[in-house]
């Protein structure tokens, strides 16, 4: 059973999801039991995967887990993919972990297992990935969505770390994460009180970069992978790696290791390809060199 069925009971229907965009610009898909993947875009540079368990309001179990972290790294060794946008349906990115799994865990069985330690493996993909949120985004869900690099909103999406009210806290980030996006009060507030942020909220709160109408969520999220996908995928790896650094280290930590990283930019290729475009002012061909 999932959070967003303890919390709220029946669960209003929304509408379902309308990527017209994505569909026109689909060129290939997997098959996966609990997930689904598209290459989607102008150029098809930009991978599109979707959870898959309707029923479920998306509620991550262990299958699902295994095959989106197969989905990402497969996307990752792929130099045509400039960068990765996860979704779920209108009415559920993710409802919470699946807690039918979880229900008879004991402790010595998560030390011995290192239960959910293979989660964070999200967070070691080094193309940029995009969380199209929109529904419910609930605990594992929303620790989910904070493990991507971006995060943009549905405008009826709904945020919330509800752990508290099954007798148990957030275990996959939530309570260390969200503390860093949002500060200690807010997160104390979401994560105490197990009550749920709507988008607009999550958006002053700088969990979020965007909220957009539901039915044109995807399709910006794509629009944002495509111009992500313009710039040096060599460089982009490179940024992507110094922000984290600053999410995760002291200031003086975090400076030095932008320093250095902007220093190493002088020996590549794409770095002079760039400024010498600009310079010659025509656009740049990047090689990720």
């Known amino acids: ?62 299958g699902l887990m295994t095959e989106l972290n197969q989905a990402l ?49 999200v967070t070691r993909i080094q ?7 929109n529904g419910y985004a609930l605990g594992g869900g929303c620790e989910l969505a904070m493990m991507c690099d971006i995060i943009y909103a549905g405008d009826k999406a709904k945020f919330g770390q509800p752990e508290i009210a099954i007798g148990t806290i957030p275990g996959a980030g939530g309570t260390q994460r969200l503390t860093r996006v949002v500060g ?29 109408p539901a039915d044109q969520l995807v399709d910006n999220a794509v629009k944002l992978g495509e111009k992500i ?13 110094s922000v984290n650094t600053a999410y995760e280290t002291t200031l003086q930590e975090g400076l030095k290791f932008e320093k250095r990283t902007f220093h190493a930019t002088f020996s590549t290729k794409d770095r002079l390809e760039g400024m010498t475009a600009f310079v010659e002012k025509r656009a740049p061909n990047f090689k990720s060199e």
Request: contains cysteine; aromatic residues 8%; charged residues 20%.
């Open 73 to 121: 790294q497969t996307f990752d060794k792929d130099d045509n993919i400039a960068a990765i946008v996860l979704t779920g349906s209108e009415k559920a990115f993710a409802a919470g972990a699946d807690i039918k799994e979880m229900q008879n865990n004991t402790y010595s069985n998560s030390i011995r297992t290192n239960f959910l330690a293979d989660w964070t493996n």
């Open 1 to 62: 059973m999932s959070f967003v069925r303890i919390l709220v009971g029946n669960v209003k229907t929304f509408a379902n999801p309308k990527f017209i965009a994505v569909r026109q610009f689909a060129s290939a898909s997997s098959s996966y039991e609990f997930i689904k993947t598209a290459v989607v875009g102008e150029k098809n540079n930009v991978a599109l995967v979707t959870l898959n368990r309707p029923k479920a309001l998306n509620a991550l179990c262990n």
């Open 229 to 241: 996908g313009t710039h040096s995928p060599l460089i982009v790896q490179l940024c992507k790696e």
């Open 184 to 212: 200690k009060s807010k997160a104390m507030e979401i994560c105490l009180t197990g009550n749920m942020i709507d988008a607009t909220e999550a958006e002053k709160s700088g969990l979020v970069s965007k909220v957009f």
């Open 127 to 133: 193309k940029p990935i995009i969380a199209a949120v």
